[in-house]
């Protein structure tokens, strides 16, 4: 089942259809990032864009020291 998950930025809504499990992280997340109940200008997308893709670099580079360590 999939649940719509709606954000103003630029004056504009956007919707999105997600999967509902997935739609209780995304909205927590969304609402760390995003004035979720306002308008968002792009400057705050492109601040959480660049905020997640480092959070996901953090991870990946952990993820990379675990997999060297267990190939010992």
Known sequence: ???KIG???GGRRFDVDVE???A???EKEMA???NI???NDLKILLQAYVRKNHELYLQNKKI???LKKLEK
């Open 32 to 34: 760390d990032d995003f």
């Open 37 to 39: 109940d306002g308008n």
């Open 7 to 9: 954000l103003h930025i």
């Open 24 to 26: 209780l992280f995304l």
């Open 1 to 3: 089942m999939s649940k």
């Open 20 to 22: 509902e499990k997935f």
């Open 64 to 66: 990379d020291e675990i």
